[in-house]
T-cell receptor, first 113, second 114 residues
Framework: EPEVTQTPSHQVTQMGQEVILRCVPI?????FYWYRQILGQKVEFLVS????????KSEIFDDQFSVERPDGSNFTLKIRSTKLEDSAMYFC???????????FGSGTRLTVV | AQSVTQPDIHITVSEGASLELRCNYS??????LFWYVQSPGQGLQLLLK??????LVQGIKGFEAEFKRSQSSFNLRKPSVHWSDAAEYFC????????????FGGGTRVLVKP
């Protein structure tokens, strides 16, 4: 069964450093997403991406965040200057048309120290 | 704006007993509804989804859910739980539009007693 692959599974970074989280969506999917889950809290939408541009973003997704699909297969989330409160599990997801076949990756646990 | 409420933060159930997890949503049009399960340290696995048609939806691992428009609910059920069902369960709602986001409830943590 096709999977969404995220790397690394766990990343520790120092406050103020840039971090890039990587995702390989399912190959025939057209829509890509990032969500995050702060420990003990609900899963929150960050951003959706379609046709090489952001289609929707949440209030959380401020200027410190950016997304990119650099080579037609990877989908990345960059945090320019990490803060302690960015510590969370980050989930990548992809889907076909709309919410059909919405598949999540297993997540990257980001710890900012 | 869409929202999801899962009223029960924790539920403890005995192995072999039935389980029902509640989910209420708020959405202005016909929603797409989902249940996901998350085992400790793991990602989100889709249990089942409702788009349209039969309001009783069958999913994986013996789970089912019933969409009740009049009550804005999408409760998840399992007739007989197994110890491996101990996990956190999330209800989510999405708009019936391409590329839309999912809004998740706060989750219900299920503990299974031997």
């Amino acid at each position: 069964e096709p999977e969404v692959t995220q790397t690394p599974s766990h990343q520790v970074t120092q406050m103020g450093q840039e971090v890039i989280l990587r995702c390989v969506p399912i190959s025939n999917h057209l829509y890509f997403y990032w969500y995050r889950q702060i420990l003990g809290q609900k899963v929150e939408f960050l951003v959706s991406f379609y046709n090489n541009e952001i289609s929707e973003k949440s209030e959380i997704f401020d200027d410190q965040f950016s997304v990119e699909r650099p080579d037609g297969s990877n989908f990345t989330l960059k945090i320019r200057s990490t803060k302690l409160e960015d510590s969370a599990m980050y989930f990548c997801a992809s889907s076909e048309a709309g919410t059909y076949g919405y598949t999540f990756g297993s997540g990257t646990r980001l710890t900012v120290v | 704006a869409q929202s999801v409420t899962q009223p029960d933060i924790h539920i403890t159930v005995s192995e072999g007993a039935s389980l029902e997890l509640r989910c209420n949503y708020s959405y202005g049009a016909t929603p797409y509804l989902f249940w996901y399960v998350q085992s400790p340290g793991q990602g989100l696995q889709l249990l089942l989804k409702y788009f349209s048609g039969d309001t009783l939806v069958q999913g994986i691992k013996g789970f089912e859910a019933e969409f009740k428009r009049s009550q804005s609910s999408f409760n998840l059920r399992k007739p007989s739980v197994h110890w491996s069902d101990a996990a956190e369960y999330f209800c989510a709602v999405g708009a019936k539009a391409a590329g839309n986001k999912l809004t998740f409830g706060g989750g219900t943590r299920v503990l299974v007693k031997p």
